[in-house]
């Protein structure tokens, strides 16, 4: 794996615990079962205030970055909740949501 790039690795990462085992980040596993995809989705928003990996001079500075915000993605999560951090577009929907589908739609 030491031939491997950084990007490299990351693409061998498959869950929120392999990223935070790979940048040696502390974490309650209770934490993360209830809120895995919240804090991936959180670390990604995230990471679109990096630039792209192409534009990078400093892989370390760059590797730091990802391992800053998964630790801050993580933290929302210890902190607080999913419901009041809203990370999914669902939590920021007001109300029920309907929809109407015509009847000889159905019937087709």
């Known amino acids: 794996m030491s031939d491997m790039t950084f990007m490299d690795d990351l693409e061998e990462l498959s869950s929120a615990e392999d990223f935070l085992e790979y940048f040696d980040i502390e974490f309650d596993k209770s934490v993360v079962q209830v809120n895995r995809l919240h804090i991936m989705q959180r670390f990604h928003d995230y990471l679109k205030d990096l630039p792209d990996v192409d534009q990078v001079a400093d892989m370390d500075g ?47």
């Open 62 to 108: 760059y590797k730091a970055a990802y391992k800053e915000y998964l630790t801050k993605a993580y933290e929302d999560f210890v902190n607080s909740d999913a419901l009041t951090e809203k990370v999914f577009r669902v939590f920021h929907m007001k109300g029920p949501q309907t929809t109407f589908v015509p009847l000889d739609q159905i019937l087709e």
